[in-house]
């Protein structure tokens, strides 16, 4: 019962706050997405990586493992959702990518957060940090088969990380009116992320309910699956292992939607993914957040 209760907790703020931005949209109020996701990418998450990252208790050893460790997520989720997509006779290019891409920033983030305190925060920004240049490298090429070296450099949080893992290495600090301003502003990060999922989810249309619904129960059973082998080839320590756990666990990245919808892959067919896949995790992550904690 109290293991109950306290994944309830943790969990209860992540989609509460998700189903603000879902019925904000649907009774009418407006809300700029392009703007909002601007701010949070471009001000909230890199001040909550770059802050999360220099005031870290976790060493950088351990850091860099959960960090390799995720890379050989990454490798192995390519591989076997290219060899599902291949028997399954589907479009690679509409479904290789929401596949293997987990919504490690607006699900993850704030899940280790709650679940785990900032130590939960620390590993799981160092997947997020892979998880983003993934989707900008790999995600891309997965749609387009070209892409540009250029886009991961202009992103934004990948500075941060690298800057933020840089302090970490050297064990600099900024000044604490910097710290303060920059923890302000890393605030912003992940309820701006959560109310934004919910506002995506409201406004795409899904197609193709029945294969995005085998695809999701897949999807989180394989990614999971993966993880923990990997987690556990690494030795990772508990915390480290349930956060690679549950990052990989989260529903498919909106992300991959929105790269589905610039590229000419079937857009629809992502965004019924994204839809039934978040909606499965209210059922899936409160399970596997009771089976790391």
Known sequence: MNLALTVLEIVTPVFALAAIGFVWVK???????????????????????????????????????????????????????????WGARLDGRTWHAPFVMSNTGNIGLPLAFFAFGDEGLGYAVAVFAVSTVFAFTIGIWLVTRTT????????????????????????????????????????????????????????????????????????????S???????????????????????????????????AEKYGADAQSVAGLVVLSTALSVVSLPLILAAVL
């Open 148 to 223: 540009n070296p250029l886009n991961l450099i202009k992103e934004p949080m990948v500075g941060a990380t690298l800057l933020g893992g840089l302090f970490l290495w050297q064990g600099w600090k900024t000044p604490e009116v910097v710290t303060n301003t920059l923890t302000l502003v890393g605030q912003l990060g992940i309820p701006l992320m959560l109310i934004t999922l919910g506002v995506a989810i409201a406004r795409i249309t899904p197609t193709g309910i029945g294969r995005a619904a085998l695809f999701a129960v897949g999807k989180v059973l394989i990614c």
């Open 27 to 85: 009774v009418g109020l407006e809300y700029r997405v392009q703007f909002v996701t601007r701010l949070a990418m471009t001000l909230g998450v890199p001040a909550l990586i770059f802050v999360a990252l220099m005031e870290t208790e976790i060493s950088p050893a351990a850091l860099s493992r959960i960090t390799l460790a995720a890379i050989a997520v990454y490798a192995l989720l390519t591989a076997v959702a290219g060899l599902v997509i």
């Open 225 to 259: 699956a993966v993880a923990a082998a990997v987690g556990i080839y690494f030795e990772l320590p508990p915390v480290a292992f349930g956060i690679l756990v549950l990052q990989f666990a989260a529903p498919a990245a909106v992300t991959s939607y929105l790269i």
